[in-house]
């Protein structure tokens, strides 16, 4: 099913249906937030500053628009607003009158200055939920420094832990700290609009990429007093659980439990390994991994990766290694309706991803491709009661693009 790149059609009941977002936001984590709002229903309102968000000026290898803009800023309209020009203010002003969240990421600071602090909104509408994204929070030393999804990743420990034995710290590439810190953009909004709901009063949500990134890494920052500072704290279940080469390709297996251990085994030809007392528990063969893996290897090389992610069906959990071009037509995402097709003025037709939560009663409007530079302004500014003559002056002035 093809989406048209304007709202038109958004028309499915979500649980977020009647809930106005203006997201000031840029790159990924709050312009992200945003869209997993939308897809729950949200009216969406991309307002960008006459340069742009800087995501659409990203290296790709489409001519006309930046793949990683398409990809995060799904089913809104787009609003070019100077908040700096005559009017430019005032006319947000009236926007959040009307809104029920708004999202930015300037550091802080920075929105007092543009006169769109929380305090100054509040004024405004006191029912507004405003989400603030950060790179290291509100507070302390760092608060006024620029974040970014792999700064916070080194910082954090998580490319040390990546690293291979005597190795140099390693990028997780994919923007994981973003995604993550837009999923708590989505969860931490909804859960004040619901407390709004009991209360009548809006309030600012907090969500910086240090939280995210340390969120991320729970299961490891744990210290007792009994422990030394410098204790490793990965989790990684040895050397059984991981990649694997086999004759064509790559394979994930993880095989933690007894159960899946004995299906392991089996299945590749190696009983006696489950057989065997010295390797019956995860931590005993984390430490006889050098006799395992070997083994483990060489049966291996009887099939494919992909032959063998069908021969282990569901009796061990693995996964041949693919690029994300190949979830594209793969039969579980196309089951669950995880791909769509949308249609974009410039870009013409494209595959993307939508919906990553699932709701049975409500499930939320079709999805649209993401907005054209200014495409949406002069309908946007009119649905909220500015006449032509207005939208005419914002246009003089240079506010409104």
């Not at 290296?59 to 089913?75: C, D, H, I, K, Q």
């Not at 251990?261 to 390994?273: M, R, T």
């Not at 996964?319 to 791909?339: G, K, N, T, W, Y």
């Not at 491709?369 to 240079?398: C, K, N, Y």
């Amino acid at each position: 099913m093809s989406h048209p790149a304007s709202p038109a059609s958004a028309n499915a009941t979500g649980p977020l249906s009647g809930i106005t977002v203006l997201d000031l936001s840029a790159y990924i984590a709050g312009p992200y937030g945003c869209s997993l709002l939308a897809d729950q229903g949200a009216t969406v309102i991309k307002i960008e500053p006459p340069t742009g968000d800087n995501l659409r000026k990203y290296p790709s290898t489409l001519a006309s628009e930046s793949r990683a803009f398409l990809g995060v800023n799904r089913s809104k309209s787009g609003v070019v607003l100077d908040l700096k020009a005559a009017g430019g203010l005032d006319a947000l002003l009236t926007l959040v009158r009307e809104a029920d969240v708004l999202v930015h990421n300037f550091r802080p600071g920075v929105p007092a200055r543009l006169g769109i602090s929380y305090e100054q909104l509040s004024k405004v509408n006191a029912r507004l939920i405003y989400c603030a994204v950060t790179g290291y929070g509100e507070q302390g030393p760092l608060k006024a420094k620029a974040g970014y999804d792999q700064v916070l990743q080194t910082m954090t420990g998580m490319c040390a832990a990546q690293s291979k034995p005597d190795g140099p710290p390693e990028i997780l590439y994919g923007s994981v700290v973003d995604y993550y810190a837009a999923s708590l953009v989505a969860g931490g909004v909804s859960s004040a609009l619901f407390e709004r709901e009991r209360t009548g009063h809006g309030q600012e949500v907090g969500v910086s990429l240090l939280r995210s990134a340390l969120a991320m890494q729970s299961a490891r920052l744990v210290w007792a007093d009994s422990e030394p500072r410098s204790l490793d704290r990965d989790m990684r279940s040895g050397g059984i659980t991981g990649i694997h080469p086999t004759r064509e390709g790559h394979l994930y297996l993880s095989a933690n439990t007894p159960h899946f251990w004995q299906a392991l085994c089996e299945k590749v030809g190696l009983p006696h390994l489950a057989a065997d007392e010295r390797f019956d528990s995860v931590r005993k063969r984390a430490i006889h991994h050098e006799i395992i893996v070997p083994q483990l290897h060489e049966a291996l090389q009887q099939h494919s990766a992909l032959e063998w992610e069908a021969i282990f069906g569901e009796a061990v959990p693995c996964a041949a290694a693919r690029r994300v071009e190949d979830m594209f037509d793969h039969p579980q995402c196309q089951a669950e309706s995880l791909i769509a097709e949308f249609e974009h003025p410039v870009v013409g037709r494209y595959q993307g991803f939508t919906r990553a939560i699932a709701f049975g009663r409500t499930p939320g409007p079709e999805p649209f491709a993401a907005p054209v530079f200014g495409a949406d302004s002069d309908r946007v500014m009119t649905e909220h009661g500015f006449t032509e003559q207005q939208i005419g002056e914002l246009r003089a002035s240079g506010a409104l693009i």
